[in-house]
């Protein structure tokens, strides 16, 4: 299957705004959303107590960004999203709480010019599985750590699959079951041929090792859950 191009998964999220602004009802499909929010904004304040700079990577409509601000107060804030409408969605919210510089960029973090060495936190939630081959991965995890600040921590929130086929499989299935229960079969069907043509998830051992190889000092697990996990790497 051919996957979706930057543009098609640009003007589907450009029709979503409202949707991805409430974390109740805008991530019913994304298991355990708002504990994986928790705990990445959590453990980026624990790692970086006193973080200016902060990055969010496919911000959507601010839902991390915003909880992050509650636990550090008036951070430098610069967001980089493909669709222009949940970028305006997130200016406005995130402008309301925060009295620094709010920077938003309009385009794919792998195109995008930021300063290296610049950022204290980055945040990256629901974004990364549409990278796409090995060298994607590795160039943008390369990018993500030389922005980064010695000592700052990348914190991801994602789509994950397993390494093991048979129990990718399985974790696959019981997400299936999860859905179902949700929506009925309609839904079940909906959402994973959706993944199947839009989504390239990478499990979360794969990303943990390529943070080590292209620099991270110390990566962590925060959480996982079938097909979702939270996790990161400090530089």
Not at 8 to 21: Q, Y
Not at 200 to 215: E, T
Request: aromatic share 8%; charged share 30%.
């Amino acid at each position: 299957m051919n996957k979706s191009t930057v543009s098609e998964i640009k003007e589907r999220f450009d029709n979503d705004v409202e949707r991805f602004s409430n974390l109740d009802t805008g991530q019913l499909s994304t298991i355990d959303a708002k504990i994986s929010l928790e705990l990445i904004t959590e453990a980026a304040k624990r790692i970086v107590p006193g973080a200016e700079n902060l990055l969010d990577i496919g911000c959507g409509a601010g839902n991390y960004i915003l909880t992050m601000l509650s636990k550090i107060k008036n951070l430098n804030c610069t967001l980089v999203d493909l669709s222009k409408p949940m970028l305006d969605k997130a200016f406005e919210r995130v402008s309301q709480e925060t009295n620094r510089p709010v920077e938003i960029i309009q385009g794919d973090i792998r195109e995008v010019e930021v300063k290296e060495n610049n950022f204290d936190i980055i945040l990256a939630g629901a974004v990364l599985h549409h990278l796409r081959d090995d060298h994607d991965w590795e160039t943008t995890f390369t990018k993500l750590f030389k922005i980064l600040k010695p000592g700052g921590c990348l914190m991801i929130s994602d789509l994950i699959t397993q390494d093991t086929e048979l129990l990718n499989d399985y974790t696959w299935e019981k997400y299936g079951d999860y859905l179902e229960g949700l929506g009925g079969k309609e839904y079940r069907s909906k959402v994973l041929d959706y993944v199947a043509k839009e989504d390239s998830p990478r499990s979360i051992n794969y990303q943990l090792d390529l943070m080590k190889k292209v620099g991270f000092r110390s990566v962590e697990i925060l959480h996982k859950n079938l097909c979702f996990g939270a996790f990161g790497g400090i530089k």
